[in-house]
C-alpha cells in the first residue's frame, strides 16, 4: 500500500534551518509529482510547494519563494523540503502529498515549530 | 490566485441527517483540457487529510456512497445524504486546475448535534 512517512521536523530558532524528508514506498515514486502541503496550529490547509516527477520542474507559494527548496531524490524514493530563515509563522505540521492535481495520499506529517 | 470560499464555516448536523457544503471559487475550474480539477478532502481531529472526491464528482476507493460531489464551473457542493458519527470532522474542497498555487477553501467543520 502507499505509504508516505515524514520526518526531520523539531523546534528551531527564528532564523535558523531545517530539512524535512520524506519516504515514498507501496508505489512508483518517480513517476510522481510531490507536494508539501502544511497546517499551522488550528488553522487550515495551506499549500507550500510541488516538484515535477523528474524533479526538473518547481513551483512554489508566495510566502515562501526563495527560503524554502523542495527537491527529489527518485534513487531513494526521498522528498524534501529545505527550510532556511525560519519565521514563527512556518510553525505548523507538515504533510508530504503525492500527485500532481490528485493529491491522493498524504503522510501523517511532521510538526515544525519555530520558536527562540 | 484562485480563492476558495466554503460554506457554512461551521456545520452542526443530527445523526442520519443530511448534511451540504459549498464551495466557490473566484474563477472557473475548467481546465483547457476539459476537466475541473475540484478535490474534496476529510480530515478528523488529530488525523491527516483524507482525499474523498476528485475532479467534482469522482469518489475515492473505500468512500462510502453516502458522499457525492458535484458541481461546475465555479460552484461546487458536497453532500453526505445521511450523517455517521465516524463523518465529524473538518472537509476541505481544493482547486487543482490553476496551478500555481494551489488552493485550499478554508474548512467547513462538521460536528454532532
Known amino acids: 500500500q502507499v505509504q508516505l512517512v515524514e520526518s526531520g521536523g523539531g523546534v528551531v530558532q527564528p532564523g535558523r534551518s531545517l530539512r524535512l524528508s520524506c519516504a515514498g514506498s507501496?508505489?512508483?515514486?518517480?513517476?510522481?509529482?510531490m507536494h508539501w502541503v502544511r497546517q499551522a496550529p488550528g488553522q487550515g490547509l495551506e499549500w507550500v510547494a510541488i516538484?515535477?516527477?523528474?524533479?526538473?520542474?518547481?513551483y512554489y507559494a508566495d510566502s515562501m519563494e526563495g527560503r524554502f527548496t523542495i527537491s527529489r531524490d527518485n534513487s531513494k524514493n526521498a522528498l524534501f523540503l529545505q527550510m532556511n530563515s525560519l519565521r514563527p509563522e512556518d510553525t505548523a505540521v507538515y504533510y508530504c502529498?503525492?500527485?500532481?492535481?490528485?493529491?491522493?495520499?498524504w503522510g501523517q506529517g511532521t510538526q515544525v515549530t519555530v520558536s527562540s | 490566485d484562485v480563492v476558495m470560499t466554503q460554506s457554512p464555516p461551521s456545520l452542526p448536523v443530527t445523526l442520519g441527517q443530511p448534511a451540504s457544503i459549498s464551495c466557490r471559487s473566484s474563477?472557473?475550474?475548467?481546465?483547457?483540457?476539459?476537466?475541473?480539477?475540484l478535490n474534496w478532502f476529510h480530515q478528523r481531529p488529530g488525523q491527516s487529510p483524507r482525499r474523498l472526491i476528485y475532479?467534482?464528482?469522482n469518489r475515492d476507493s473505500g468512500v462510502p456512497d453516502r458522499f457525492s460531489g458535484s458541481g461546475s464551473g465555479t460552484d461546487f457542493t458536497l453532500k453526505i445524504s445521511r450523517v455517521e458519527a465516524e463523518d465529524v470532522g473538518i472537509y476541505y474542497c481544493?482547486?487543482?486546475?490553476?496551478?500555481?498555487?494551489?488552493?485550499f477553501g478554508q474548512g467547513t467543520k462538521v460536528e454532532i448535534k
Open positions: 474563477q472557473s475550474l475548467v481546465d483547457s483540457d476539459g476537466n475541473t480539477y
Open positions: 481544493m482547486q487543482a486546475t490553476h496551478w500555481p498555487p494551489g488552493t
Open positions: 475532479k467534482v464528482s
Open positions: 507501496g508505489f512508483s515514486f518517480s513517476d510522481y509529482s
Open positions: 502529498v503525492r500527485g500532481r492535481r490528485d493529491l491522493d495520499y
Open positions: 516538484i515535477s516527477y523528474d524533479g526538473d520542474n518547481k
